[in-house]
């Protein structure tokens, strides 16, 4: 299909479903306010009574001793599947405000571990518990630790016991900091155990037994047998993989872009000696105020993620701030670091291209364009710029003769212009400008 005419297609219906209310809506606030009845029938006293956890989160204030938890729905044990992060989240189609519902939802059942040694809180006591205040992650298999180990390794939600050190302290008196940052009630734990036997797939039992076996090879290993990185981050974020004396803890939001970046370079590896695509390709995809355009070319493997932030958003406040430019880049053999703009969403846009690439045995270059408008009132994670650009190869995508071509059609669908967009990104740097391309900034 050629791009003008790809360009033409009226929004189709799953991106109608998908826009966001131009009147940003703070139900939230609400259901903040009325989730302590839920709150009341669930804990009683000090312990938490029928609960059923999804999944586990690990903090990164005052590495290396940080406070982790065991997450469990309040209220809505029969649902608990439903609350822990996953690709899922797209296809139902989930708002700003679902996502802030069930986050917001977690009691996080918390005790403060050392990533490494991952002695707890409980007197005395430790993860392993031996009793002498002193234990291993890799040992962590009772007390606290064991069973939120337990909990990240299981492939469903595990019934389990939380004694409580207090009662939480629950705050109703929400405000735009309760919005922008939702969490759900949190409380010191002084005891945690399961009430069932968690079901363990056999993948995951095999790293867990091999403890010669190097994290990023044991993370390959379980995203070569099916499991997705939303899978694999938990069970690397308990410390349940990795060299038997290099085990520890890591937190969520590192672990996250650990598997994101690790699975990526195995991909990456995959196609490296692949033919490469035969024509400029431009898809698209909206979801959650983040409109996303990628635009794959012949030739050896690059990849390019520039975002646009529009003032009002979420990361850009400052509504007379004007557009916000970020722009990471890796040529055919990656990166030597860390990048230094786009965070996240760069490890997991680069792997949702790379699956693309991978499930078509080709190559190409791949710019990733991202608009993060004033829509996107409320920070989600990462995972729905996974989904987002998952979901963009899944219709007929766009076709030009040239690279060029495709960035000139699609720069009056940007909120910058093409002379900018030059000054930004690597790979749009060598594209000639005329006059008219240096008129007025689109808001």
């Known amino acids: 299909m050629r791009l003008d005419e790809y360009l033409d297609l009226e929004v189709n219906e799953r991106a109608r479903r998908r826009q966001l209310a131009e009147e940003k809506s703070y139900d939230i606030l609400d259901h903040l306010e009325t989730f302590q009845d839920r709150f009341e029938e669930t804990v009683s006293g000090d312990a938490v009574v029928g609960s059923v956890s999804p999944s586990v989160f690990v903090g990164r204030t005052n590495y290396p001793r940080v ?56 007197g005395n006591r430790t993860a392993a518990g031996d009793g002498d205040g002193c234990g291993s992650v890799y040992d962590a298999w009772d007390g606290f630790l064991g069973t939120q180990r337990e909990v990240a390794i299981a492939d469903r939600p595990v019934g389990v016991e939380i ?127 983040n409109a996303f355009w990628i635009v794959l070319a012949p030739g050896n493997w690059e990849f390019e993620l520039v975002e646009m932030k529009a003032p009002g958003s979420i990361w850009n406040p400052d509504p007379e701030a004007g557009v916000w430019l970020a722009a990471d880049a890796e040529g055919r053999d990656g990166r030597t670091g860390y990048v230094e703009e786009t965070a996240g969403a760069y490890y997991a846009a680069r792997l949702a291209v790379l699956e693309h690439l991978q499930d078509r045995n080709r190559q190409a270059k791949a710019l990733v364009l991202r608009h993060v408008s004033d829509d996107y009132w409320g920070p989600v994670g990462v995972w729905q710029v996974r989904e987002t650009v998952r979901n963009a190869f899944d219709d007929e995508p766009g076709e030009t003769e040239t690279f060029g071509e495709a960035i000139r059609e699609i720069t009056p669908h940007l909120p910058v212009s093409l002379a900018d967009l030059r000054r930004k990104s690597r790979l749009c740097a060598g594209l000639q400008t005329s006059l008219a391309d240096f008129g007025s900034q689109r808001s």
């Not at 729905?73 to 797209?90: K, L, M, Q």
């Not at 009691?107 to 707890?120: C, K, P, Q, W």
């Not at 990185?229 to 520890?248: D, K």
Request: no cysteine; charged share 30%; hydrophobic share 30%.
């Open 67 to 122: 406070s982790t938890g065991i997450l469990s729905p309040v209220g809505r044990e029969e649902e608990a599947a439903r609350f822990e992060t996953s690709a899922e989240w797209y296809d139902e189609d989930i708002s700003i405000e679902g996502v802030f519902q069930r986050r917001t939802s977690l009691l996080n059942s918390t005790n403060r571990v050392d990533v490494t040694e991952g002695a707890t809180g409980f």
């Open 163 to 289: 004694g409580l050190e207090d009662r939480p302290d629950l705050d109703f008196d929400v405000n735009d900091a309760d919005v922008s940052t939702p969490t759900g009630p949190r409380a010191p734990a002084d005891s945690a155990d399961l009430t069932e036997n968690p079901h363990v797939p056999r993948p995951v039992q095999k790293t867990l037994e091999d403890d010669d076996w190097r994290a990023t090879g044991a993370m390959n290993y379980l995203y070569r047998r099916g499991f997705d990185v939303y899978e694999i981050n938990t069970i690397l974020s308990a410390g349940a993989l990795g060299e038997r004396e290099n085990r520890r803890l890591v937190p969520t939001r590192w672990s996250i872009t650990a598997v994101d970046d690790t699975v990526g370079q195995f991909l990456r590896g995959t196609i490296r000696n692949t033919q490469s695509i035969d024509t400029v390709e431009v898809h698209r995809n909206d979801y959650l105020g």
